[in-house]
């Protein structure tokens, strides 16, 4: 019987067809807890610098969490980590759905993909065995018709995929990975490493028992998480507009990624908002795996020129992308936008920014229209948007200069187009506007896998409650967005939070932004389930460790305090008039990086992590590694 | 044979014509007899046409839903007029005391369901202490992308078919929930009773023996669990978005 952990990792090494199982020991579970943390520090003992991230050295790390697959709410998630090809630093992706519970019942809480295919070919893992099985008549399929088209062949509705589009066969750097339709590990191009190994999907079946050390404890301490879940201020909007609630209060706020972030308040919010959706599009809510708070949501389009496009989601992420980002008002272009990208397997945010990126710098007479095509990339035109992500998909013309992610397009367009790159370590951000929510852009900025506000959340800074910033944080502005002080401290607590979630494999929104559990809970919950022993100190000393294991691999890799820095934008133009409070407010970065690396305990002059600090953590191995070659 | 009178008892849409509650008429042999300034909506009384003389009768099979079966609904979605049909004491004309109420079960509504599974998970694992959806008694199925989320639930029929199936007597009714309870060491896993089922509600483990909700002994977990109404522990029919 699996209590939690299985205890067992599947490694299919595809140039040598060779598959075979590798004990998981509780010394190794105890200190990385799951997923991320299983998958970062495999990845930094098994895939050195030396590494191309598209060649047969590079792996893949699948892994699910102990909560993964139980009656926790929302613990339905999965990380795919790799070298990433997009970034060349950490690639590490996360999505909820059925795809994680499913590994789980097969049997495994980590899978590990390396070389390659000779030809394009499928994974189908059951109930402990995996077999490797012909792609060759899905190529070039999208997801929906991949996700199905498997089903049907195995036989079984109940088969759960990880699949990529045509964009990652394609070789797009930012394609992801795409489960139960529309659930994306999108970020970091973890698709496209699949496709560097002829893989175009994973199928996953399990049946196999999995249970709880002591049920009945187990059982009562998530009546109780259902409980204050339900009872939670924002169970109501989340289950009812999910994270598309936040384009009209980030709008509010002025701080909506709007026009390429030329300002952060989109006159038009209203029309494409969560609010507008929910009332004209949506048909039902829908949730992963055993969650309680549903935030997906299934809709329809039934008249106009997209009738009969229906689709779960969309997310807030994508819903701004293709609305405010590019300048669009009418909500349906967006959704069909989205609807794009999901089929052709592309992230939404980075393909948003190099759509917006061109539409700027069209707009300044940078790029002229022959350049482009000759399509006329003005802010709104919802037609040129479609235009690019298909020759982006398909690397043609300008897609061609595109699909390499904003960095490489700016590298090549030259003309100092480099400055308006909306990125972080090669990786584009999100559809807020750090200017308005610093503590955001400290997040950012640090973000071990370039940036993501994926990996901090620190909603905390909207919390407006000076007393526990100061409580907390050690200062009461902590507490308040548009404030600098106490951010390090909030942004190094986050970060530790969202390394729990996703270690626990449980959804960001309970863990992170409910705070649902603390870190006691978190030991009462694994003490019931599993077979180990944890205690709350362990399992924030492992939170800490798993950081400090992504920030030595990146470290390794070359990244330094200079890399952790915002596109120059936010550094230097205010927000304009219309932005409201937020009018008037760039980033001043730097104060806030040497109050984070005090806080994380790292040399404050490089970022680098220290010697002292590794080995409290018990790296030493990772501490040795980075003094022998010369980097601490 | 008896005498009806059938009444306007709740009017949960809206009726046009309209009917208002406490409407009735009557039936006598072959006679209707609608009282003088009342009126009856000819679309409810056609279908409720076929149910008049079964109710008429005095029908004594076992597990028989004609005698405690007494609300019936206008056939139009928007009017959702409930028609109750009490049959009539021979000797005071009054309506007879025959109203059985119906044990509380899990009623389904696809409509509201997100597919989450949650239901599965709990029902396994308070049954079993294993998470595994496997050993369910309510499975969903799903069709991601025609966005359908069905779940499949013993709705403890009155005349269970799945009762009658079973050719070893494995399945019983609970005294105390009325729910169809499975004898384990009796159940020889023939599948009579999932052929019989008219929900496709019921499924196998892997020993063979049959899964079929036991409502939890009252306490129903699935329905406690569910994030939305699409599960509910109720002894009405109908379902509302």
């Known amino acids: 019987m699996n209590y939690g952990y299985c205890n067992k990792a599947l490694r299919i090494d595809l140039s040598n067809n060779l598959i075979k199982k590798e004990k998981l020991d509780e010394e190794f579970l105890k200190k990385y807890l799951g997923g991320r943390g299983l998958n970062v520090r495999r990845l930094y003992d098994e895939v050195p610098p030396e590494v191309d991230p598209l060649s047969t050295e590079n792996k893949m790390f699948i892994g699910v969490g102990p909560l993964t697959g139980t009656l926790f709410p929302g613990a339905a998630r999965v990380n795919f980590t790799a070298k990433s090809p997009q970034t060349k630093i950490l690639g590490d992706s996360n999505t909820g759905g059925f795809l994680g519970p499913e590994i789980k019942f097969a049997g495994f809480d980590q899978i590990i993909i390396e070389g390659k295919a000779d030809q394009l070919s499928y994974i189908y893992i059951k109930d402990g065995e995996a077999e490797i099985k012909s792609a060759q008549h899905l190529k070039q399929l999208d997801t929906f018709e991949t996700q199905k088209k498997i089903k049907e062949e195995l036989g079984d509705n109940r088969v759960q995929t990880a699949v990529i589009g045509p964009a990652a066969e394609n070789g797009v750097k930012y394609s992801g990975i795409f489960c139960n339709m529309v659930r994306a590990a999108a970020r970091t191009g973890m698709g496209l490493v699949l496709a560097s190994k002829n893989i175009k999907a994973i199928a996953v079946r399990g049946t196999k028992d999995l249970s709880a050390r002591k049920p009945d404890k187990f059982k009562q301490l998530i009546d109780k998480m259902d409980e204050e879940i339900k009872n939670h201020s924002e169970y109501e909007i989340r289950t009812r507009l999910g994270t598309t609630q936040l384009i009209s209060s980030l709008n509010e706020l002025g701080c909506l990624a709007t026009r390429h972030f030329q300002t952060g308040y989109f006159e038009d919010a209203d029309k494409v908002s969560g609010e507008y959706f929910e009332e004209n599009y949506k048909q039902k809510e829908k949730g992963c795996f055993a969650c309680t708070i549903p935030c997906s949501r299934y809709f329809e389009i039934t008249k106009g020129k997209y009738k009969g496009l229906k689709s779960e989601g969309p997310e807030f992420e994508g819903l701004a992308g293709f609305s405010s980002r590019v300048g669009v008002s009418d909500i349906e272009d967006a959704l069909y936008g989205v609807d794009l990208c999901n089929r052709y397997g592309l992230d939404v945010i980075t393909t948003s920014e190099c759509i917006s990126f061109t539409m700027e710098l069209y707009e300044k007479g940078i790029l002229t229209s022959e350049e482009i095509d000759g399509l006329k990339p003005e802010f709104g035109n919802s037609e040129v948007v479609f235009n690019l992500i298909e020759k982006i998909k398909n690397r043609e013309g300008f897609g061609d200069i595109l699909a390499d992610g904003v960095v490489t397009a700016a590298e090549k367009i030259g003309r100092g187009t480099k400055k308006l790159a909306m990125h972080v370590k090669g990786l584009e951000i999100f559809q807020a506007d750090p200017r308005g929510i610093k503590g955001y852009g400290l997040g950012v900025a640090v973000a071990t896998r370039g940036g993501d506000h994926l990996r901090s959340e620190p909603w905390f800074e909207f919390s407006e409650d000076a007393e526990e910033g100061k409580r907390r944080f050690g200062h009461p502005e902590s507490a308040f967005r548009l404030e600098y002080k106490g951010k390090g401290r909030v942004v190094k607590y986050y970060e530790e939070r969202c390394v729990l979630a996703d270690c626990l494999e449980a959804c960001k929104n309970t863990v992170v932004n409910m705070e649902i559990i603390s870190f006691k809970e978190a030991a009462e919950l694994l003490n019931t389930l599993t077979e180990y022993r944890f205690t709350p100190e362990e399992i924030k000393k492992s939170a800490e460790r798993i950081m400090n294991v992504e920030r030595a691999y990146i470290v390794r890799e070359g990244i330094r305090r200079k890399d952790d820095t915002l596109p120059d934008r936010f550094l230097n133009e205010p927000l304009p008039e219309e932005c409201g409070v937020s009018a008037g407010s760039v980033v001043e970065l730097e104060p806030m990086l040497d109050e984070y690396y005090k806080a994380r305990e790292w040399e404050v002059n490089t970022g680098l992590p220290t010697e002292s600090k590794l080995s409290e953590l018990s790296l030493d191995k990772i501490m040795l590694d980075l003094k022998k070659r010369e980097i601490i | ?241």
Not at chain 2, 45 to 70: F, G, Y
Not at chain 2, 103 to 130: K, M, W, Y
Not at chain 2, 146 to 152: F, L, Q, R, S
Not at chain 2, 180 to 198: R, S, Y
Request: aromatic share 6%; with cysteine.
């Open chain 2, 1 to 241: 044979m008896y005498d009806l009178k059938i009444v306007v008892e709740s009017i949960e849409g809206f009726c046009d014509l309209p009917m208002e509650i406490g409407d009735y008429f009557t039936v006598s042999g072959g006679k209707i007899e609608i009282p003088e300034g009342k009126h009856m909506c000819l679309w409810a009384l056609q279908s409720l046409m076929p149910v008049l003389p079964a109710k008429q009768r005095e029908l004594n099979e076992e597990n028989d839903w004609i005698p405690h079966t007494k609300r019936f609904i206008c056939p139009d979605p928007n009017g959702r007029v409930i028609f109750r049909i009490d049959r009539l004491d021979p000797k005071t004309g009054k309506p007879l005391e025959e109203e059985i109420e119906i044990p509380p079960r899990i009623l389904v509504n696809p409509d509201a369901c997100t597919g989450c599974r949650a239901c599965e998970t709990v029902c396994a694992f308070v049954h079993t202490q294993s998470f595994n959806a496997l050993r369910s008694r309510i499975k969903i199925e799903k069709n991601e992308i025609k966005g359908e989320d069905i779940p499949y639930i013993c709705r403890q029929c009155g005349d269970a078919p799945c009762i009658k199936a079973c050719p070893v007597e494995a399945l019983s009714r609970s005294p105390k929930t009325n729910a169809i309870l499975v004898d384990e060491d009796k159940c020889i896993g023939c599948n009579k009773c999932a052929e019989a089922c008219p929900f496709d509600a019921i499924s196998f483990n892997e020993n063979n023996v049959a899964l079929i909700c036991d409502l939890c002994d009252g306490d129903v977990e699935c329905v406690q669990r569910c994030p939305t109404d699409a599960l509910k522990f109720d002894n009405k029919g109908g379902r509302k978005k």
